[in-house]
């Protein structure tokens, strides 16, 4: 069974209601949207990813045989709801903003129209997709910001939330500007570059890291990259200075070596002087442990001289934001625009898109506004029809078309977005359009 | 393709280590430990998970035709060595603290002896998998102290890294003590009980309140848990007390009500009392919306009428601590004890064994100490063989039996780790002969 494709992969109260629809004859058109409500604390704008991964969720949704068995055996559902579930599939239309669009709160990058069981059904894997791939993208595309210039790659799978989270950071990373991942699988599945060279095991494995060096060398003379610290860090650039010669004699070249541990930008200005003053001014210092935004921009600006950063765990669980407040709503049924008013919790009801308006050179983001489907204004739609009747309109975009589009993008954030720490909010306004449709709907709710 | 059992869901550094062992004919029996170096600020123990997961997965590594393949087609690596991964199976010992034990920093919850080769590969897998598992039934722990007489149901599939990492929230909570999970997959995978009634939406895609209250009834008469807040928390709650005669003539009871915003123990102390008033003094109260253990707390200690919690995103993704930091190191190689030095990261050597002792009246841990394997010291020993030469000991605990032993074991922490604040310490002291042992790897390794 592959639980990541699983129809079963959604919460109990998505078969309850269907069910209830189902007993009611309720399938009428609902339009549902998914948003974000707030930033966390540290980020001034996000970066979509993940509609790839919904629109293929969309296209092959169906209950297995075995799963309609399964649900049949709990005793919760009627054998003429397990027959109507056999033969759920999508068949709606969906709008988005593009992978890799830079987006704010209250703006929909997702919009999806269907009969309402399929509209509803989809909610837990569609955010699920959404919400992980556009923290992870979002978070990346903070390490971008701070160090444009160098190769930053993905090491997080090990600390990851289980296998998808890994493989999907993988690709969230790269589609936000990262050179590439140590993930394999990402590599096959997603054509992204990848990385990587030894652990502190295999130094130890051996009885001395000159052995190791070498040993490591001849398995692959065409990508040395030695881990250094795995004892005393200069210690060990000293001894990779020791074995280059003999290496060098064969043919190999020594690309490079990577720091783990201690005051990275020390032993990297250390590390670096031995290597020069050793005749291997060529060989690169890559470095990771510990690392994200925060560690890069300090690292870069003391000046140290490190060519690459592999950066874990920080940026696989976006460590200090692992979480969206985001939410995939009900905003039409029927015809009739809807929205929730819990408290705290209120919406904004139609179907919307995204007007964004540029400073006069159209270099930089100014403003966006919120409107209702059909109310042209000026500046750029951002929401795109991707889907009709259950089809995909295109197919599949290119992992590197939506990595160029996310860099665009970001070359066009205003300044003061570009920071790392908390900035005044991008201007999002609401349309008079939109106000005007929310009152309507609070006159229609019969509450 | 199923991603989650891909012998490519690996780290590439494992792949050119592997070619390097292979070139240098490295096969000795190395040995590698996974624990904890260091609690998150906020945690005083851990409850160890995943092991199954983690069996399962070396029972059945292996690259399939089409793996190869595109391992060969990257140019990274010869031909011969493909050959050699063709074979790879694991076919080494493991040894274990079974899931649902109690443990602290530096203690091995782990330890794999294998020719270095397979020992070295399976880390990435078996870090991700023990780690994410650990991290979540460790938080899930201390919702489950707050309030043990609550049911508390894992609500956070959505917001979950992918659609692994909610699965296998929903065990590890569940293994930890909580009474279910909303995820439906969870259910049919490890029968766990599922729960589910309604989103805002369905509310919303009906005329009215009571009408929506009405249809969810009639289409799952024993399952009547109605949600009360899309509009206004009390008027809600009127209008379960206005439809409940008509549905009790039907013969329906309305089970419960849900609460998912705003101040949740003021609307459940008003709901109660309309509840009451109107018959209704059976209908329970659940409540769910930004959950974790304090608010949990908040909300019991503010003597709020509330039977049950579903707990989502700040579970899920483990929100104030989402990672671990762990390892998985090389400890012995070749019958040589083996330890890191990294400044920051150094590692104690050799095969472990840890007991525990409790005290007098044998009710609360009182100390453990951690030792080689073969020094036998008073106590109970907590790591004990699961596989050898590749083949389980005994077949996959159930997991209500991993449910039953974290349940005892939190039973018998001592008070001060039963609080949800940063405590003490628990004593976890090192054996004169681990100590002695650390001191001949230093001095044998030629550095």
């Known amino acids: 069974m592959n639980s990541n494709t699983s129809a079963l992969l959604t919460d109990l109260y998505m078969l309850t209601m269907l069910q209830g629809f189902f007993h009611e004859g309720m399938e009428a058109p609902a339009t549902y949207e998914f948003f974000v409500r707030d930033l966390p604390p540290e980020r001034g704008f996000l970066l979509a990813a993940g509609l790839e991964q919904v629109l293929k969720y969309l296209e092959t949704l169906r209950f297995t045989e075995q799963e309609l068995a399964w649900l049949a055996s709990t005793e919760r559902f009627d054998q003429n709801f397990v027959d109507y579930l056999a033969k759920l599939r999508f068949a709606g239309d969906v709008?988005?903003?593009?992978?890799?669009?830079?987006?704010?709160?209250?703006?929909?990058i997702l919009r999806v129209t269907a009969p309402i069981p399929q509209a509803q059904f989809i909610e837990t894997r569609v955010i699920n997709l959404l919400h992980f791939q556009t923290l992870l993208a979002s978070k990346a595309a903070r390490c971008v910001l701070v160090a444009p210039e160098k190769l930053l790659v993905d090491f997080g799978l090990r600390r990851a939330h289980g296998a998808e989270a890994g493989l999907?950071?993988?690709r969230a990373a790269y589609l936000a500007g990262f050179g590439g991942t140590a993930t394999v699988l990402a590599g096959k599945e997603y054509d992204i570059p990848?990385?990587?060279?030894?652990?502190?095991?295999?130094?130890?494995?051996?009885?001395?890291?000159?052995?190791?060096?070498?040993?490591?060398?001849?398995?692959?003379?065409n990508n040395v990259v030695l881990l250094i610290d795995t004892y005393d860090t200069e210690a060990g650039a000293r001894k990779v200075v020791e074995v280059a010669p003999r290496l060098k004699a064969e043919g190999i070249a020594i690309k490079g070596v990577?720091?783990?541990?201690?005051?990275?930008?020390?032993?990297?200005?250390?590390?670096?002087?031995?290597?020069?003053?050793?005749?291997?001014?060529?060989t690169n210092i890559f470095s990771s442990g510990n690392l994200d935004e925060h560690m890069l921009r300090e690292l870069l600006r003391s000046g140290a001289p490190i060519d690459g950063f592999g950066i874990g765990t920080r940026l696989d669980t976006s460590a200090d934001a692992p979480y969206l407040d985001c939410a995939y709503k009900l905003v039409?049924?029927?015809?009739?625009?809807?929205?929730?008013?819990?408290?705290?919790?209120?919406?904004?009801?139609?179907?919307?898109?995204?007007y964004r308006s540029y400073n006069a050179q159209g270099r930089y983001m100014q403003t966006d506004i919120i409107t209702i489907e059909g109310d042209v204004l000026p500046g750029e739609p951002l929401i795109q029809a991707v889907m009709k009747g259950g089809q995909r309109l295109r197919s599949a975009e290119p992992l590197h078309e939506s990595r160029e589009r996310a860099s665009?993008?970001?070359?066009?954030?205003?300044?003061?977005?570009?920071?790392?720490?908390?900035?005044?909010?991008?201007?999002?306004?609401?349309?008079?359009?939109?106000?005007?449709?929310?009152?309507?709907?609070?006159?229609?709710?019969?509450?």
Chains 1, 2 share one sequence.
């Open 258 to 282: 990577r720091l783990d541990s201690g005051n990275l930008a020390e032993h990297a200005r250390k590390v670096r002087k031995i290597l020069d003053e050793g005749g291997l001014s060529r």
């Open 194 to 221: 990848i990385f990587g060279t030894m652990a502190h095991s295999f130094i130890q494995a051996h009885d001395s890291e000159p052995a190791a060096f070498e040993g490591f060398a001849h398995a692959q003379p």
């Open 95 to 108: 709008y988005a903003m593009p992978e890799g669009t830079v987006f704010f709160p209250n703006e929909p």
């Open 168 to 170: 999907l950071a993988a």
């Open 332 to 354: 039409e049924y029927a015809g009739h625009p809807r929205r929730k008013r819990s408290e705290g919790k209120a919406t904004w009801p139609g179907r919307k898109q995204v």
């Open 408 to 447: 665009r993008q970001l070359a066009q954030l205003p300044e003061h977005l570009r920071a790392l720490d908390t900035t005044p909010p991008f201007s999002v306004t609401i349309s008079p359009a939109l106000e005007a449709l929310a009152s309507q709907a609070d006159r229609e709710v019969a509450s």
